[in-house]
């Protein structure tokens, strides 16, 4: 009989750092630099604090449904309970795609990284050599991942306290310089804020494709050896993480280079292995600092392509336990691991991989389409929360009982939902005024390959939205995927 589970076995220092560092890759350490480039210091950090608001409350909502359901299958399956079986296949496949694509985005960024030391290897070598070996990492067992993952988090949350460390210094005058830099570049040019309204909303895409990786603590919950007590210890982390990585990351980057710098990326330049972290580290003086933060950096995306890896794979695995993708897709190794959803999940990324290599615009279109379905994912926690509260106390359960509670319901869930539809509909409206039916067309193709699996699996299977009274929490808890 072939093997069809996955194995509970991360452990709770696992998933405490994967929530710690799950989040810090491209988006802060290359693509922070477009955001000031394009709103300026205080536009990108109205930006990324708005984010974070709303990243925030859907952690504090993910973990009270993770607790109170520990399945791979996350909001996609909770969306499915909760809401409409539609509205769950829509989601999951949404996902899988999202990290399919992120993976490419992250598999040619770590090539271009490489490039700053080796300008003349292949990238499509480099990118495709890294691809296996994740494969590799990923196709021994979960405790494999989860080792990973630990000590490339371990990494980058130690260099971006020594960069925040390094940064105040520098502003203070103490390295670098040695004058004092204070605020002055928050008042360069038309700085803080560059581009109005429309500037800042277009940041909101970057500074969410930036978040990424947070709701993965939701995906890990299914092999958690110990859910209960390790999804709420690292729900808790959010915020610290939210503050002390992208915020005080985005000050002290804005503060230390004018948002006019051509070496921002966006700005005109063509080099993304120039970071705003490795920027910084080069005004310090220290050349040899900068060649090992871009080491960290090389890390960092490495960590992002492996978490991409593995949620996309165990999301397609959930929804083939659900009949809702080819039943070949839910088969295991003997260490319980995805074989099937595995291999897709690398190809597809693969094909994207040798896409985006052809030029820095096509990078920016996968960068774009994956954090409009990253969004839409996280309206789906957001709502699929606001559901499962609503019939928790509908059938009279007690509040007291559950292992996390959601902090503010339901503001929470309600505010990040308001957020994220304005966000979604506002990232391109330029072209919404316009009305540039190209440009809308990629700008919202994320939305668009959710309606067409919503409607499609609507209309097969004539599935209907949810009342309370129909939703069976006692069954939901009982859920293995």
Same mark, same amino acid.
């Given at each position: ?236 982390? *959010?915020?610290?993480? $939210?503050? %002390? =990585?992208?915020? !005080? ?6 503060? /230390?280079?004018?948002? @006019? +710098? ?84 690398? *190809?597809?990324?693969? $094909?994207? %991989? =040798?896409?985006? !290599? ?6 920016? /279109?996968?960068?774009? @389409? +994956? ?94 939205? !949810? ?15």
């Amino acid at each position: 009989m072939e093997n069809t589970d996955v194995n509970r076995s991360l452990k709770t220092r696992h998933l405490s750092m994967i929530a710690l560092g799950g989040s810090i890759g491209t988006g802060l350490f290359v693509a922070s630099g477009s955001s000031i480039s394009t709103a300026g210091p205080g536009g990108a950090l109205i930006a990324y604090v708005a984010i974070g608001i709303m990243v925030y409350f859907l952690m504090t909502s993910l973990g009270e449904m993770a607790t109170y359901m520990p399945v791979t299958g996350s909001f996609a399956t909770y969306a499915t309970k909760f809401i409409d079986p539609a509205l769950g296949f829509a989601l999951g496949w949404n996902y899988w795609f999202n990290w399919a694509i992120t993976l490419a985005v992250d598999l040619s960024t770590i090539s271009i990284v490489i490039k700053y030391w080796f300008p003349t290897w292949d990238s499509w070598k480099i990118s495709l050599t890294f691809l296996v070996v994740l494969f590799i990492i990923n196709i021994v067992s979960v405790g494999s991942f989860g080792e990973t993952e630990y000590w490339l988090a371990s990494i980058k949350v130690t260099a971006v306290i020594v960069f925040l460390i390094v940064g105040v210094l520098s502003i203070l005058g103490v390295l670098g310089n040695q004058h004092f830099v204070g605020l002055t570049n928050f008042t360069v040019g038309k700085a803080p804020f560059v581009g109005g309204i429309p500037a800042i909303m277009s940041v909101f895409v970057v500074a969410g494709f930036s978040f990424q990786g947070t709701e993965l603590i939701g995906i890990t919950a299914g092999e958690s050896a110990t859910p209960e007590k390790s999804i709420p210890k690292a729900i808790k982390q *959010v915020f610290w993480r $939210i503050l %002390l =990585f992208y915020i !005080l990351s985005i000050a002290v980057i804005g503060a /230390l280079i004018p948002y @006019t +710098s051509p070496n921002l990326l966006g700005s005109g330049a063509t080099d993304i292995a120039i970071s705003p972290f490795t920027i910084v580290f080069n005004k310090v003086g220290i050349p040899l600092a900068a060649g090992i933060m871009n080491a960290v950096i090389l890390t960092s995306v490495v960590s992002a392509a492996n978490s991409g890896l593995y949620a996309a794979s165990r999301m397609l695995w959930s929804m083939s336990k659900q009949n809702m993708a080819p039943k070949a897709f839910q088969r295991t190794n003997n260490h319980g691991v995805p074989l099937f959803s595995l291999i897709l999940t690398a *190809v597809i990324g693969a $094909i994207a %991989l =040798f896409t985006s !290599l052809y030029g820095n615009q096509f990078y920016q /279109l996968l960068v774009a @389409t +994956s954090g409009l379905t990253g969004f839409i994912a996280w309206l789906g926690i957001a709502f699929s929360h606001y559901r499962f509260r609503k019939a928790y106390n509908f059938h009279g359960y007690r509040l007291d009982d559950l292992k996390y509670k959601a902090k503010w319901f339901p503001l929470g869930p309600i505010l990040a939902i308001v957020l994220g539809i304005i966000i979604i509909i506002g990232q391109d409206i330029r072209s919404l005024v316009d009305f540039n039916v190209t440009k809308l067309l990629v700008s919202y193709s994320g939305l668009i390959l959710l309606f067409l699996c919503w409607i499609y699996y609507k209309v097969r299977h004539k599935t209907k939205f !949810l009342k309370l009274e129909d939703i069976d929490l006692d069954a939901a808890k009982n859920h293995k995927y």
